[in-house]
């Protein structure tokens, strides 16, 4: 399994269209989710950065592939919020197909960071691009963020709730809840990223996802 410091991050470029992506090689993983659902924060989160990744109040702040290097053969991709409503038809249009397009043809995106707040998951947007990544067979890592905003006993009922919900996708999806304010499930974050950033990943059991995300 990969060992990776995240403190490391470094800007590559932001792109409008896949066609300005780096060269397809290498090792992609993409974090997606609905317009304030913690996306940005957990980023900031993970990789000990204040603004590495853009927090406002106003939602769809991200609107382009934003693309971050760890090292030579390893990149972290912040994808735009999806959801928002105070951008033009035409802008979501493009970004849609843009989204088809990225998750269809890019070769080295590994797997996909689904933000979801605790306090809401599994809205019809993310039903939605849990469908895209099944259609593209995209393995997908749920975070329920913000779940500093709840209590444990409601944290365990949602997270079982949700279990049950996926059972209908036939992707691999493994999930944990997550907060960026306490740093709850950032040490299993970071160990779901290593093993998908990790050369080995085709070899190692899927079942020891599914044991991290049950244990939470």
């Known amino acids: ?16 269209y896949c066609k300005d992506l780096p060269e397809d090689r290498g090792y992609e993983v993409a974090f997606a989710g609905r317009s304030n659902a913690g996306k940005s924060s957990a980023l900031n989160a993970l990789t000990n950065r204040k603004n590495l990744a853009k927090t406002s109040s106003k939602p769809g702040k991200t609107q382009h592939i934003n693309l971050f ?47 979801m707040d605790i306090r809401h998951p599994l809205t019809e947007l993310d ?15 749920i975070i329920l963020s913000k779940s500093d905003k709840l209590k444990r006993g409601k944290i365990a009922a949602t997270v079982l709730k949700v279990k049950k919900q996926l059972k209908e996708f036939s992707i691999e ?30 070899s190692i059991d899927a079942t020891l996802t599914n044991t991290d995300s049950s244990d939470q």
């Open 1 to 16: 399994m990969a060992n990776i410091s995240y403190n490391k991050i470094e800007f590559v470029k932001s792109a409008a």
């Open 69 to 115: 290097r760890l090292d030579k053969s390893r990149i972290l991709v912040d994808l735009p919020g999806y959801g928002f409503s105070k951008v033009n038809r035409a802008e979501k249009a493009r970004w849609q197909g843009e989204l088809t397009k990225y998750l269809a043809e890019r070769q080295c995106l590994k797997g996909i960071v689904l933000v």
């Open 127 to 141: 039903r939605t691009m849990i469908e895209f990544a099944e259609s593209t067979n995209r393995d997908i890592h």
């Open 173 to 202: 999806i493994t999930m944990q809840p997550f907060s960026s304010e306490n740093g709850n499930g950032l040490k299993e974050l970071r160990q779901k990223l290593d093993l998908w950033y990790s050369e080995k990943t085709a």
